[in-house]
């Protein structure tokens, strides 16, 4: 087998912690991919990966080796591409994960100009609002809302999602609307659980520059946007809610916002992807045109 195309499954390898997954994103025998790594590691001399029955981990010397590999299938796959007349295009398949009402509500509908833009790249898109692993899952660069946690991973923070109280004008008029957050007491609250950890969200809001958070009661929690505003709009409570999502509800009379002076913090928008020394053309082209594409509608 071609010395680069031994790298190129040895990074993936390391990249998705699996031999199936690796013959999965290749389009290859699982044979093959184990058949590639022990050829390469007679041929560097050393242990590039420990395998057991259930998982495979990158050794010391791997991890070393797996920079330079990297580094050098990109360089190559650059060289290759100087001389094709489609060199200006990025070609191949780009895999993205986004959350879900973005995916739906912006993305989507905007997909079509993408493709036309850039008639070399398929798209792969997954939609949801839990974590993924970008590497295990071979994804080239994920969307996430919110604070992040250490993943290792290079982000790109896109800007903050801006939140918003709303009601339906059917609560309003049973029960009134609130003019600023001592006044939830009196109120009911469709809670959110976090779908993860199932953590009951406080609700939340900016006073003199600083972060206020306050528990609240309520006799319906729901775990996602989609039922946070049905129920919202069945007049069964308040809840925060991102602009964007419920732009059309305002712009029709469905939703109202309450408390304007007593909205939460921002949530940042991040993009993250794995490499930022080495990130592929496709990469590049469609964080360039979703960024502007985010900023302009949420």
Known sequence: MDRIDLFRIFARVVETASFTRTADTLKMPRSTISVAIQELETRVGTRLLARTTRSVSVT??????????????????????????????????????????????????????????????????????????????????????????????????????????????????????????????????IRYASPTSGRVEDWEWVENGEVRLKPVKGRVTVNSAEASIACCLS???????????????????????????????????????????????RVQAFVEWVVPLLNSSL
Request: proline share 8%; charged share 25%; aromatic share 6%.
């Open 60 to 189: 010391p010397d791997g991890a070393a080796f797996y920079d330079h590999c990297v580094r050098i299938v990109t360089e190559v796959e650059e060289v290759e591409a100087l001389f094709r007349q489609d060199a200006v295009r990025p070609q191949g398949v780009l895999r993205v994960n986004i959350p879900g009402r973005i995916g739906r509500l912006i993305i989507a509908p905007a997909l079509p100009d993408f493709l036309e833009s850039y008639p070399g790249i398929d798209v792969e898109l997954g939609m949801t609002d839990r974590a993924v692993n970008l590497i295990e899952d071979g994804i080239d660069c994920v969307l996430r809302v919110g604070p992040l946690q250490d993943s290792g991973l290079v982000g790109r923070k896109i800007g903050d999602l801006e939140l918003i109280n709303v009601a339906s004008p059917d609560y309003i008029r049973r029960f009134g609307a609130p003019t600023c957050p001592d006044d939830l007491g009196q109120h009911h609250v």
């Open 235 to 281: 007049g069964l409570g308040l809840i925060q809610i991102p602009a964007y999502d419920v732009k059309n509800h305002l712009a029709a009379g469905d939703l109202v916002e309450v408390m304007p002076d007593w909205r939460a913090e921002g949530l940042p928008m991040t993009i993250l992807y794995p490499h930022r020394k080495h990130l592929s053309r």
